[in-house]
């Protein structure tokens, strides 16, 4: 049958796909809309399988507040090049499903993947770009934290952004500063008190191991590798880190100096290029 070109424009409209890809479904579905949106469904599907061990490390970050700044998500969207991730229509999409997480707050990445965005869930509305680009993308990360003060950051790059949850409400600018200080410096957890077990192991592993191969004698060498983790501490705990703003105090110092009641109850963050 004939597929004129206002039929074309129509499926494009509805679905977002190309235009060529469109008259071929049409096509291929004897002009029967709602086939040729199956076919162009399939289609995604199949682009996406092609290209499921792709490293998507472009694409867009995404930080989001609640209006009682009490709660915040990270969303993060990847894609293959940085071509597609600064394309007006990949940065609406993105900022479609952030705004669909802070509205509702899924508890997790697939609660999120079958939220629905207009008439499509997140999940086919991110295959269905895979298909129209031909370049994986993926819903690579979501998290969200709760707190009785909430900040967020997106660095400029829009590939990167953290968001750290305070005990009480705090002065924006300061939360800020510790906000940027999780993004700049990426530590592995708030305190010591928090720190993962697997981490501390590691870390007293290398120190021992260190000490060992130093020739150190080996009354010492228990002794040398928690000096080891205390200076890991210091580097790579939020706390105890220098403060990126002054490096002559910790962080702990500045928060203390901002509100000495005020308390890092958690944070969250997530790079695309990490």
């Known amino acids: 049958m004939e597929i004129k070109a206002a039929d074309v424009a129509k499926l494009r409209r509805m679905t977002g796909a190309g235009m060529m890809d469109c008259k071929n479904a049409l096509v291929e579905a004897n002009g029967d809309y709602d086939r040729a ?51 007006q229509e990949f940065q609406d999409i993105a900022n479609s499903i952030a705004e669909a997480a802070i509205n509702q707050l899924p508890t997790d990445a697939e609660a999120l993947k079958a939220l629905s965005v207009g008439s499509e869930s997140v999940d086919n509305i991110i295959t269905q770009q895979t298909g129209k680009t031909g370049e994986k993308h993926q819903l690579c990360y979501y998290s969200q934290i709760k707190g009785e003060y909430v900040s967020g950051y997106i660095h400029m790059t829009g590939k990167l952004a953290s968001i750290v949850a305070f005990s009480k409400v705090i002065n924006a600018e300061a939360a ?71 490096a002559k105090q910790t962080v702990a110092d500045y928060l203390k100096s901002v509100d000495p009641e005020v308390k890092v109850i958690g944070f969250i963050r997530f790079s695309l290029s990490d």
């Open 176 to 246: 800020k500063d510790i906000t940027m200080q999780v993004a700049a410096m990426n530590p592995v957890s708030v305190s010591e008190h928090d720190c993962p077990a697997e981490v501390k192991e590691r870390e007293l592993r290398i120190g021992r191991e260190k000490a060992i191969m130093e020739g150190k004698p080996e009354n010492i060498v228990d002794r040398i590798a928690e000096g080891n983790l205390n200076k890991f501490y210091k580097e790579s705990t939020l706390l105890n880190q220098a403060f990126i703003k002054e």
């Open 37 to 87: 949106q199956e076919i162009i469904r399939e289609k995604g599907k199949l682009v996406a399988a092609k290209r499921a061990d792709r490293e998507t490390t472009e694409g867009s970050v995404i930080a989001k507040i609640t209006a009682d700044n009490r709660t915040g998500i990270i969303v993060g969207i990847g894609c293959e090049t940085d071509f597609v991730s600064k394309n």
